[in-house]
């Protein structure tokens, strides 16, 4: 009955958590600053000043991320080449599928909405980037 009890919790859970469609990454385009990151057994790291920030810009579900450093006169410098990116649907989650001339990878979209994006790879690393929001040196 115990366990009855815990499985019906778990399910329960499951299903009160908000589900990520495909179309949710048109949510991505812009600047995206990780907030923390968590990693299994690990203490959370949080970021608070980040010399860098992710750039997406996705189209039809395709698209870019760039690295690129913020400048105090509002503009930014590429820090990276940009790297190919695709999203992809499967069984009840979508995943974000990275490509560049060395390397693919690709990792989870756990929540996106417009200020938040949680994003885990395949070592369930989880990283958890906010809007960027232009410094203000006034």
């Keep these: 009955m115990r366990n009855l009890v815990l499985v019906m919790m778990v399910g329960l859970l499951y299903a009160c958590s908000p589900e990520v469609k495909r179309s949710d990454v048109a949510q991505l385009k812009g600047y995206w600053e990780i907030a923390y ?15 860098m920030v992710d750039y997406f810009e996705l189209k039809g579900g395709k698209g870019i991320r760039r690295k690129v450093m913020p400048q105090f006169d509002g503009s930014f410098i590429d820090a990276s080449l940009p790297e190919d ?3 992809i649907d499967s069984v009840g989650a979508v995943y974000l599928s990275f490509r560049t001339r060395y390397a693919k990878w690709s990792e989870q979209v756990l929540d996106v909405s417009e200020n938040t994006l949680v ?3 395949k070592q369930g690393i989880e990283y958890h980037y906010k809007k ?7």
């Design 37 to 51: 990151v968590e990693a299994p057994g690990q203490q959370k790291k949080e970021y608070k000043v980040n010399p």
């Design 85 to 87: 990116v695709t999203a």
């Design 119 to 121: 994003l885990r790879n």
């Design 132 to 138: 960027f929001e232009p410094f203000n040196i006034k």
